[in-house]
């Protein structure tokens, strides 16, 4: 089961199942402190595992970075 | 299959180019991803979630602090639930991490799950590989098999794959 922030990326590699999140490079599970969305974030996931995707199924998830713009920047290769 | 154009809400579109073509300016020309035709099988669960072993893998470039880090070698490390880390990795920023592993490292968020029942329990050694090897081959030949290995060793239920 895996995690996907790019889906073009796992498109190509082709995982058996990920979900993706709209989550900024280095902060995959949300923010530094942000246990409740740490937890949201592996439940959501996790829960995906039990489902009957076909294989390669990138699943989109509703967790989206909306604290700034850092995943927008590093997009673009802004930042880090 | 859920194909990406149907993930509307998608911002990263045109980032995989965006990025082979940083990638092969400054680090390694002739950079291409590594590509498959069809997608890894999937292996339903035999067990309830709430029974699962779950075993972490990333790509963080986590490592047992005082021992050696990785790097580009394709290697993984092992990494002990209970044990100390460091994060070595250019590709992002590692304080983020240093200070709240969880966001990329998530042992504590899985414990409490095993707590609460939703999974089983937490495989006690996690793998953590870094992210940014550019020759998959390397993560081919050394990072993926001990990967499996370490999984089925511990007899690992649900393998849960976080990217850095």
């Known amino acids: ?80 | 299959m859920a194909a990406t154009s149907d993930i509307t809400a998608d911002d990263s579109r045109g980032f995989a180019a965006l990025e082979r073509d940083h990638l092969r300016a400054d680090w390694l020309a002739g950079f291409e991803w590594l590509a498959y035709d069809a997608p890894s099988p999937r292996n339903p669960l035999r067990v309830p979630l709430s029974q699962a072993r779950v075993g972490l893998v990333d790509t963080s470039g986590a490592h047992e602090t005082g021992t050696p880090p990785t790097g580009s070698s394709g290697r993984a490390a092992l990494v002990g639930i209970d044990a100390g880390i460091t994060f070595t990795h250019p590709g992002f920023d590692t304080e983020r991490a240093a200070a709240d592993p969880e966001v990329v490292h998530p042992v504590a968020t899985l414990q409490r799950l095993a707590a609460q029942g939703f999974i089983g329990d937490v495989a006690p050694v996690a793998v953590s590989v870094m992210g940014g090897v550019l020759i998959g081959q390397r993560l081919l030949d050394r990072g993926v098999p001990a990967t499996v290995a370490a999984m089925r060793d511990q007899h690992v239920d649900l393998a849960l794959l976080v990217p850095a």
Do not use: N, Y
Request: hydrophobic fraction near 45%; glycine fraction near 4%.
């Open chain 1, 1 to 80: 089961m895996s995690i996907t922030q790019v889906p073009e990326i796992t498109a190509i590699i082709k995982p058996s199942l990920a979900c993706f999140v709209a989550m900024p490079f280095g902060l995959t599970l949300g923010d530094v402190g942000d246990a409740a969305m740490h937890e949201q974030i592996v439940r959501a996931v996790l829960h995906e595992a039990e489902r009957e995707h076909p294989a390669g199924s990138i699943v989109p998830l509703p967790f989206r970075w909306e604290r700034d713009d850092l995943r927008a920047r590093q997009l673009r290769k802004e930042a880090l």
